[in-house]
Nanobody, 124 residues
Framework: QVQLVESGGGLVQAGGSLRLSCVASGLTFSRHAMGWFRQAPGKEREFVASINWSGGTTNYADSVKGRFTISRDNAKNTVYLQMNSLKPEDTAVYYC?????????????????WGQGTQVTVSS
């Protein structure tokens, strides 16, 4: 059974930074692309960033390009989301997700396993 556990959320002022982490178990982590998504109150869940199995290819939503960086440490079964220059509109619950298929090339992923989410609140 795949388990994804996010951490690192919190309250930060606009312009600040946070680093989210997601530790995975129950899968061969190094073989799966990973993604970060977010859901703000009253809105649908939206894509934030993805990274392929090797870490060599990343993809970002336009709204976070240049501010957020996704990375992974396959030795630690962990994917990260470094968030800089945070804005109030970044306030949301952030979820990590794992692609269902091993060694899939970017970026037509099918994220089938999800964490429980971590709250990020950015004050103005």
């Amino acid at each position: 059974q795949v388990q994804l556990v996010e951490s690192g959320g919190g309250l930060v002022q606009a312009g600040g930074s946070l680093r989210l982490s997601c530790v995975a178990s129950g899968l061969t982590f190094s073989r799966h692309a990973m993604g970060w998504f977010r859901q703000a109150p009253g809105k649908e869940r939206e894509f934030v960033a993805s990274i392929n199995w090797s870490g060599g290819t990343t993809n970002y939503a336009d709204s976070v390009k240049g501010r957020f960086t996704i990375s992974r440490d396959n030795a630690k079964n962990t994917v990260y989301l470094q968030m800089n220059s945070l804005k109030p509109e970044d306030t949301a619950v952030y979820y990590c997700a794992a692609d269902a298929i091993e060694f899939r090339s970017c970026c037509n992923y099918e994220f089938s396993s999800w964490g429980q989410g971590t709250q990020v609140t950015v004050s103005s």
